[in-house]
């Protein structure tokens, strides 16, 4: 299987201060259609996850702004430019180009 | 809109068989590169993919969990259901459907999930 790696694990975030969560797979996640199926999911405490970012870039809607991601290859990056209260949770990568598919660790995110 | 509901029992006895059922709506099972995935999360720990059924009823397992997991779908009623052989406490999680299109690779829509317990 596919292993995702995320770092830090947990990140401690001033209000309004920019937040950046990496993650680094195993293998590369270009699928043959030249796609790359890497997602980005949020889970608020008590919720399920909810869907931020697909295919590396691309943000769901209703997914503010201020959630943007990166990457290429087996490297990629979720940025929140100004976390905001509601931001707290846990976040995680996953692969869809492998199965089965895979989920990094997670990274806790709070407000310091 | 699309919804998933996950239902099943809450407490299971060791090496009982679990049998969970995903209700959905919103979407058909029949349209072509749709799929339904199981996935849990232990207490406190990361998320871990189970199965997945195809629209086209090709099935899927992790392979660490195969010999104990089937997965099946009743079309007519937007069903999924999933069985899990000889359940361990390790087996302890809140267990999830999802809805997935391009085939696995797009995962989009939860369930609210349902945790399941296993103790004697």
């Known amino acids: 299987d596919v292993v995702m790696t995320q770092s830090p694990l947990s990140l401690s975030v001033t209000l309004g201060q920019p937040a950046s969560i990496s993650c680094s797979s195993s293998q590369r996640l270009v699928y043959s259609d030249g796609d790359t199926y890497l997602h980005w999911f949020q889970q608020r405490p008590g919720q399920s996850p909810r869907r931020l970012i697909y295919k590396v870039s691309n943000r769901d809607s209703g997914v503010p702004d201020r959630f943007s991601g990166s990457g290429s290859g087996t490297d990629f990056t979720l940025i929140i430019s100004r976390v905001e209260a509601e931001d707290v949770g846990v976040y995680y990568c996953?692969?869809?180009?492998?199965?089965?598919?895979?989920f990094g660790q997670g990274t806790k995110v709070e407000i310091k | 809109q699309v919804t998933l509901r996950e239902s099943g029992p809450a407490l299971v006895k060791p090496t009982q068989t679990l049998t969970l059922t995903c209700t959905f709506s919103?979407?058909?099972?029949?349209?072509?590169?749709?799929?339904v995935i199981w996935i849990r999360q232990p207490p406190g720990k990361a998320l871990e993919w189970l199965a997945r059924i195809d629209w086209d009823d090709d099935r899927y397992y992790n392979a660490s969990l195969q010999t104990r997991l089937t997965v099946s779908k009743d079309t007519s009623k937007n069903q999924v259901v999933l069985t899990m052989t000889d359940m361990d406490p390790a087996d302890t999680a809140t267990y999830y459907c999802?809805?997935?299109?391009?085939?696995?690779?797009?995962?989009?829509?939860w369930g609210q999930g349902t945790l399941v317990t296993v103790s004697s």
């Open positions: 999802a809805r997935s299109t391009s085939g696995f690779r797009e995962i989009d829509y």
């Open positions: 919103g979407f058909s099972l029949t349209t072509p590169g749709m799929c």
């Open positions: 996953m692969q869809g180009t492998h199965w089965p598919g895979t």
